[in-house]
């Protein structure tokens, strides 16, 4: 499976984004998403995930509220709404997936095989 990143851009603080992760085949509908973020000079982080039909979503602690994960089988697509940004929510985003039975919507890396290259999200203060 190939992931593309995509929504990144600048944006003020208290602004929302929208981001998308298209994926390359059909197949997508049996995956578990996850978008991950890394900030300069931090490490990767678990940001949400989705099961492959959308029933079950996961997401850090102190994201809640602000982030929604969401898909579209239909188009191949998974998206992460993201609200009331904040300066610390400057990263590289990336989504991830593996077939649902290995990822099941956790929060590991190590469960997630495909990997897009992500999109880069700056919020100005």
């Known amino acids: 499976v190939q992931l593309q990143a995509s929504g990144g851009g600048l944006v003020q603080g208290g602004d929302s984004l929208r981001l998308s992760c298209a994926a390359s085949r059909r197949t997508f509908s049996n995956n578990c998403v996850a978008w991950f973020r890394q900030a300069p000079g931090k490490e990767r982080e678990f940001v949400a995930a989705i099961s492959w039909n959308g029933g079950t979503t996961n997401y850090a602690d102190s994201l809640k509220g602000r982030f929604t994960i969401s898909r579209d089988n239909s188009k191949n697509t998974v998206y992460l709404q993201m609200s009331s940004l904040k300066p610390e929510d400057t990263a590289v985003y990336s989504c991830?997936?593996?077939?649902?039975?290995?990822?099941?919507?956790?929060?590991?890396?190590?469960?997630?095989?495909?990997w897009g290259q992500g999109t880069l999200v700056t919020v100005s203060s």
């Open positions: 991830a997936a593996n077939i649902h039975a290995v990822c099941g919507a956790g929060t590991e890396i190590s469960r997630y095989r495909y």
